[in-house]
Each structure stands twice: as structure tokens, then as C-alpha cells.
């Protein structure tokens, strides 16, 4: 995902997803032969075909030029199209905000498509999936502007763990989501059944195929609707529906806002650790614009190694290597502690570490009312007596975090309760709240 745009403004905020997406779920892979329906035809699958790498990337303005001139799916027409088409006219502020939040995103987007000879009209897709809000969480746990769900991000080598979850990387979650849509291309050969597939899992599509066959009927996506439940049987329809809005904005009364055909963002490689808000102050941004290019990391210490890449705008890049190499301070102010036994409290912990228990929690998402279990592992302050290096790399990849309610807190605060309910500043017993104390009062 490099995309560009040459304006932070409102973009960082991520505001909550539009409407308009109705945010379907990328389904996790369901298990199916390795061979596709389209092999199985005997048909020769066509050819995906990268562009020439002497070509003008540049030769547009606009991305959404770009975009425009290299579609390549056969347009679908039918009444759910028109349905989607017309829901986009009739709320065109909706498309306007969910385009931008993509403006940093789909430079880098639409780049890779072409590198791999991909109708670029598959970077609207997020607009489907997500709303283009890399922080959006669906019902079904998929997470992303690609909405992988945990399995199959996995299958794509997208690491999640406690610290990082690559789903939500705009760089690592665009490769996985196109070598996934390429390989449904592969498996199909036909883009509407790749997308019925990303969307409803490959197993179903081909299965939906197979009985199509065996009733001697047509298996192209119009035919197959009928056995795709409804999310399924709207997916494709919906990106038709925004590929015919930004073919034509002015006809709909949707106004895209411009976007630079150019890099929006640079890569920094990591190799150690360093603080989320030390990063941005490095990169003189503010956290909140810091955490929209990189939305990828957890916690408020970024975890370095030889894939750890930070995204910054270029000139904001620039001066984040100026101030590194001034920089006098420890990069890192975080490191990990086992908990070992239940029966500690935040409070303990807090006080141990120089702390205080709202510190605790904030870093590690630890609920009101909850304990951590035994096993955990959680982030604390470094201090004079903690380990001043980085965090090893067994602790990264095995670090669990659980909680559990803290019973005996709530059975106190029960107790204090009925006292507070039950007695009077005397000690002695007082009405409850009924009927006829009511009328006393």
C-alpha cells in the first residue's frame, strides 16, 4: 500500500465507517481440491499480464485516472447494480469521505495491481470490504482495509500477535490480498467468480459450480446468484456499483477528491524497538496521524526486526532520520513481565514497576473489574532493575494475554452496597424504596 496524497487533514482521523459499506466479511478458506472449477472445463484460463516496467506510471495526474484507464473486468448489468448505483447517487457525501480516507492508500494500491497485471479496478475493493478504515473489526473477526479474517490472514503469512497484527498493515495486507485474489483468479478463471470466492470462501464457490454443472446450468456469476447468500450475491454488484460512479462522478453528483498520481508515503525499516509516540515525535507528526499509516501495531512500543517497516510521508521520513541520529534518549521505554500467579493485582504491579494501575491497563487493554490470569504477559515501564534491551523474540511470538473477572472485588463491592442500602448514618435499618416509604418522602 503506497498510496499518496499530499494533505494530512481530516484523512488521520479515521472516522467511523461510512454507510455506505455495507463492510462484507472476506470468509476464511474453506478446504477444496486443488484443482479449480475452471481447470476441470478443459478451457484455457486467460493470462494475467504485468504491465511494461517502462511504462509511464507518472502518465496520469490523478490516481483515479489511473484507475479508470486500467480496468479490465467485464462490466456486470443487472437490477442489483442498478440498485447499488443508485444508493451511491442518492448518498454522495458517503463515497466523497470513504475516498478520503483512501487517498494515502491507493497510490501504493493501484501500483501493485499494475506490477502484477491486475484490473486495477480491484482497488475499489476496499471501499466494498471496509470503507478504506484499516482499523475496521468486523462481527466475524476480520480485520483490515481486506478484512482478513485470522485463518486465512495465517495462510498469507500475515503475522498477529500480541503485538502486531498485519492484517491491518497497509503494505502487507495489499500483497496477501492480491496474491489471495490472483490465486482465485488462477483457480476460476473469471473475476466476478474470484470475488464471489474472496468474499464467500472457494470451497462454496465450487461447489455452487458442481450442482450448477450437474443441472446442465450456466456457472457464471449471474447463473450461480441464486445459491450465494445475499452478502455474496451483493458483493460483486457493489464494486460494479462504485466502478460506475468513478468512471463517471459528475453523472452521480459525487465529487472524489483529487489525488496525486505519486508516492504518498515512504518505508523506514525498524531493526530495534521503539516507542509508538517517540516514533511519531521523531517524525514530527502527531500520534493520532502516526497510528493512521501504521495501524498495524498494538501497543505503544513498535517491535523492531528485519520486517518491522514504519510508513511515513516522505518529508516527514526526512526528518525522522534527522532527529534519529540526534536523538539522545532510549528508543524504547516498554518491556515485558510474566505474571505468575493470579493473585497479583494491578495495583502490585504498578507500584513495582514506578507506575500507575491506569498506565497498566491503558497499555494492555486490560478491562475495568478484570484480573490477569496467571501466564500472562504484559508491557511495564522499564525501570533501573528491567531488562534495558529489546524484547526477545520467543516472548514476541508466544506472549499470551488473558483476564478473568475479579470476583472478590465485585463481592466487596456488593458487600459495600447492601451496607450503603441497608442502614441509616446510625447504623440502624431504614426502608427500602417502597410504595409507602415513597409516599413519606
Same mark, same amino acid.
Given at each position: 500500500?503506497?498510496?499518496?496524497?499530499?494533505?494530512?487533514? #481530516?484523512? +488521520?482521523?479515521?472516522? =467511523?465507517?461510512?454507510?455506505?459499506? %455495507? @463492510?462484507? /466479511?472476506? $470468509?476464511?478458506?474453506?478446504?477444496?481440491?486443488?484443482?479449480?472449477?475452471?481447470?476441470?472445463?478443459?478451457?484455457?484460463?486467460?493470462?494475467?499480464?504485468?504491465?511494461?516496467?517502462?511504462?509511464?506510471?507518472?502518465?496520469?495526474?490523478?490516481?483515479?485516472?489511473?484507475?479508470?484507464?486500467?480496468?479490465?473486468?467485464?462490466?456486470?448489468?443487472?437490477?442489483?447494480?442498478?440498485?447499488?448505483?443508485?444508493?451511491?447517487?442518492?448518498?454522495?457525501?458517503?463515497?466523497?469521505?470513504?475516498?478520503?480516507?483512501?487517498?494515502?492508500?491507493?497510490?501504493?494500491?493501484?501500483?501493485?495491481?499494475?506490477?502484477?497485471?491486475?484490473?486495477?479496478?480491484?482497488?475499489?475493493?476496499?471501499?466494498?470490504? #471496509?470503507? +478504506?478504515?484499516?482499523? =475496521?473489526?468486523?462481527?466475524?473477526? %476480520? @480485520?483490515? /482495509?481486506? $478484512?482478513?479474517?485470522?485463518?486465512?490472514?495465517?495462510?498469507?503469512?500475515?503475522?498477529?500477535?500480541?503485538?502486531?497484527?498485519?492484517?491491518?498493515?497497509?503494505?502487507?495486507?495489499?500483497?496477501?490480498?492480491?496474491?489471495?485474489?490472483?490465486?482465485?483468479?488462477?483457480?476460476?478463471?473469471?473475476?466476478?467468480?474470484?470475488?464471489?470466492?474472496?468474499?464467500?470462501?472457494?470451497?462454496?464457490?465450487?461447489?455452487?459450480?458442481?450442482?450448477?454443472?450437474?443441472?446442465?446450468?450456466?456457472?457464471?456469476?449471474?447463473?450461480?446468484?441464486?445459491?450465494?447468500?445475499?452478502?455474496?450475491?451483493?458483493?460483486?454488484?457493489?464494486?460494479?456499483?462504485?466502478?460506475?460512479?468513478?468512471?463517471?462522478? #459528475?453523472?452521480?453528483?459525487?465529487?472524489?477528491?483529487?489525488?496525486?498520481?505519486?508516492?504518498?508515503?515512504?518505508?523506514?525499516?525498524?531493526?530495534?524497538?521503539?516507542?509508538?509516540?517517540?516514533?511519531?515525535?521523531?517524525?514530527?507528526?502527531?500520534?493520532?496521524?502516526?497510528?493512521?499509516?501504521?495501524?498495524?501495531?498494538?501497543?505503544?512500543?513498535?517491535?523492531?526486526?528485519?520486517?518491522?517497516?514504519?510508513?511515513?510521508?516522505?518529508?516527514?521520513?526526512?526528518?525522522?532520520?534527522?532527529?534519529?541520529?540526534?536523538?539522545?534518549?532510549?528508543?524504547?521505554?516498554?518491556?515485558?513481565?510474566?505474571?505468575?500467579?493470579?493473585?497479583?493485582?494491578?495495583?502490585?504491579?504498578?507500584?513495582?514497576?514506578?507506575?500507575?494501575?491506569?498506565?497498566?491497563?491503558?497499555?494492555?487493554?486490560?478491562?475495568?473489574?478484570?484480573?490477569?490470569?496467571?501466564?500472562?504477559?504484559?508491557?511495564?515501564?522499564?525501570?533501573?532493575?528491567?531488562?534495558?534491551?529489546?524484547?526477545?523474540?520467543?516472548?514476541?511470538?508466544?506472549?499470551?494475554?488473558?483476564?478473568?473477572?475479579?470476583?472478590?472485588?465485585?463481592?466487596?463491592?456488593?458487600?459495600?452496597?447492601?451496607?450503603?442500602?441497608?442502614?441509616?448514618?446510625?447504623?440502624?435499618?431504614?426502608?427500602?424504596?417502597?410504595?409507602?416509604?415513597?409516599?413519606?418522602?
Amino acid at each position: 500500500m503506497k498510496p499518496m496524497h499530499d494533505t494530512k487533514r #481530516s484523512i +488521520f482521523t479515521l472516522a =467511523a465507517l461510512a454507510l455506505l459499506a %455495507a @463492510a462484507p /466479511l472476506s $470468509q476464511a478458506m474453506d478446504a477444496a481440491p486443488a484443482s479449480g472449477a475452471y481447470a476441470a472445463s478443459g478451457i484455457e484460463r486467460p493470462a494475467l499480464s504485468p504491465m511494461n516496467p517502462d511504462a509511464d506510471d507518472y502518465r496520469e495526474t490523478d490516481v483515479w485516472g489511473r484507475i479508470r484507464s486500467g480496468y479490465a473486468i467485464p462490466d456486470l448489468n443487472n437490477a442489483l447494480v442498478t440498485r447499488h448505483t443508485q444508493a451511491y447517487a442518492a448518498h454522495p457525501g458517503n463515497l466523497s469521505r470513504i475516498s478520503g480516507r483512501a487517498s494515502p492508500y491507493l497510490y501504493h494500491v493501484v501500483s501493485e495491481l499494475e506490477k502484477r497485471g491486475m484490473p486495477t479496478e480491484l482497488a475499489l475493493l476496499p471501499v466494498i470490504e #471496509s470503507a +478504506f478504515n484499516p482499523q =475496521a473489526m468486523s462481527s466475524a473477526n %476480520a @480485520a483490515g /482495509l481486506w $478484512q482478513f479474517v485470522p485463518g486465512t490472514g495465517k495462510d498469507f503469512d500475515l503475522r498477529q500477535n500480541m503485538f502486531k497484527d498485519e492484517r491491518r498493515g497497509v503494505i502487507a495486507s495489499t500483497d496477501a490480498a492480491l496474491s489471495y485474489l490472483q490465486r482465485l483468479y488462477t483457480m476460476f478463471g473469471d473475476w466476478p467468480l474470484a470475488l464471489a470466492a474472496y468474499n464467500w470462501g472457494e470451497g462454496n464457490v465450487q461447489r455452487a459450480i458442481k450442482k450448477n454443472q450437474e443441472l446442465g446450468k450456466p456457472t457464471d456469476f449471474d447463473s450461480l446468484a441464486e445459491l450465494m447468500p445475499a452478502e455474496t450475491r451483493n458483493y460483486v454488484p457493489k464494486l460494479q456499483a462504485v466502478k460506475n460512479v468513478v468512471a463517471n462522478p #459528475s453523472q452521480y453528483g459525487v465529487t472524489l477528491p483529487a489525488i496525486d498520481n505519486q508516492p504518498y508515503f515512504t518505508t523506514v525499516d525498524k531493526t530495534s524497538d521503539i516507542d509508538l509516540a517517540i516514533a511519531a515525535q521523531l517524525a514530527e507528526m502527531s500520534l493520532d496521524e502516526f497510528k493512521a499509516l501504521n495501524p498495524q501495531f498494538k501497543k505503544p512500543v513498535i517491535i523492531g526486526g528485519e520486517r518491522t517497516k514504519i510508513l511515513l510521508p516522505k518529508e516527514n521520513a526526512e526528518k525522522f532520520h534527522i532527529n534519529l541520529a540526534q536523538w539522545g534518549h532510549a528508543l524504547s521505554t516498554w518491556t515485558t513481565h510474566k505474571i505468575t500467579s493470579a493473585r497479583v493485582t494491578i495495583s502490585q504491579l504498578a507500584s513495582k514497576f514506578g507506575t500507575t494501575p491506569e498506565v497498566i491497563r491503558q497499555a494492555n487493554n486490560i478491562p475495568p473489574q478484570m484480573r490477569l490470569k496467571a501466564g500472562s504477559t504484559i508491557l511495564v515501564p522499564k525501570t533501573s532493575a528491567s531488562n534495558q534491551g529489546d524484547i526477545a523474540e520467543n516472548i514476541i511470538e508466544n506472549a499470551v494475554l488473558a483476564f478473568e473477572s475479579d470476583r472478590s472485588k465485585a463481592k466487596r463491592n456488593a458487600s459495600r452496597f447492601k451496607a450503603k442500602a441497608g442502614t441509616s448514618k446510625g447504623g440502624k435499618r431504614i426502608a427500602r424504596n417502597t410504595s409507602s416509604a415513597r409516599k413519606q418522602r
